[in-house]
């Protein structure tokens, strides 16, 4: 069974960073895309960032030149670094992997089960 556990997630004023990590387990996703989403109250589920294998990258505009997005394979772990981070950023976010057709989409086959990221102004 294939699980996804997150953490790195908490309370931080405007300004501050947070790394967020999140390792699977019960496969390997050396090939497989993997991805950050958040939430916030009230609104849509959004995509952050997205890595593949190669190492290629893609952010939301939102959010480029504060955070990057990062994987180790041998770990089966996708991290998430988010400096000067601002108020709107506050959300639950998540990781996935694996997504059912386009990196760009909300389909993905894996879901973490959430991180609550709250940034204080």
């Known amino acids: 069974q294939v699980r996804l556990g997150e953490s790195g997630g908490g309370l931080v004023q405007a300004g501050g960073s947070l790394r967020l990590s999140c390792a699977a387990s019960?496969?390997?996703?050396?090939?497989?895309?993997m991805a950050w989403f958040r939430q916030a109250p009230g609104k849509d589920r959004e995509l952050v960032a997205a890595i593949i294998w190669s190492g290629a990258t893609f952010y939301a505009d939102s959010v480029k030149g504060r955070f990057t997005i990062s994987r180790d394979n041998a770990k089966n772990t996708v991290y998430l670094q988010m400096n000067s981070l601002k108020p709107e950023d506050t959300a639950v976010y998540y990781c996935a992997v694996d997504p059912v057709g386009t990196l760009y989409g909300n389909e993905y086959r894996y879901w973490g089960q959430g991180t609550q990221v709250t940034v204080s102004s």
């Open positions: 019960g496969r390997t996703f050396e090939t497989a895309p």
